[in-house]
């Protein structure tokens, strides 16, 4: 094929644009004299971003899972609370009548033992069984709160 000098001025305008563009991105004539780290930075931007549609996807659905199960979950801690405060008639939750660790332990001792007592000696028993019917709501309150804290922990490694 003939030089003409029309092809000359094409090749060398072209030439020189491709040089001015990689003399302003220098970077990119580095990965085009390094192939192979070019293409293991290549797999780890795309692992990289792969890596963060992921994270934000399961934020999505987290969200979405939660704002779509809360009214169920809202519903049914709801119900239990109601089944509770109707079978308890109107106590406080989880508590127990006042005399009933009283008349527990009066029905396990016989009643002329207690009788037999000073009536300082049976004020100060029906004092420390009402502090020990305290003792045990506030363990059961606590063994709620344990309850519930594991059973969020269990949840939260389900999802």
Not at 69 to 91: H, V
Not at 101 to 123: A, G, N, Y
């Amino acid at each position: 094929m003939p030089n003409f000098p029309i092809n000359d001025a094409i090749k060398n305008a072209v030439n020189s644009i491709i040089q001015d563009w990689i003399n302003a991105h220098p970077f990119i004539s580095w990965l085009m004299s390094h192939p192979g780290m070019g293409l293991i930075l290549f797999v780890f931007l795309i692992s990289l971003f792969s890596g963060f549609l992921q994270a934000i996807s399961s934020l999505f659905k987290q969200g979405w899972l939660f704002i779509l199960t809360s009214p169920f979950q809202l519903f049914q801690y709801s119900l239990i609370w109601i089944s509770q405060w109707m079978l308890n008639s109107g106590r406080p939750l989880n508590s127990e009548p006042r005399q009933s660790r009283l008349s527990q332990f009066l029905s396990t001792h016989p009643q002329r033992r207690i009788e037999s007592l000073s009536l300082e000696q049976q004020e100060r028993l029906i004092i420390l069984l009402q502090h020990l019917e305290d003792i045990h709501q506030e363990q059961n309150q606590l063994l709620q709160e344990v309850s519930a804290i594991l059973n969020l922990n269990r949840r939260s490694e389900n999802q």
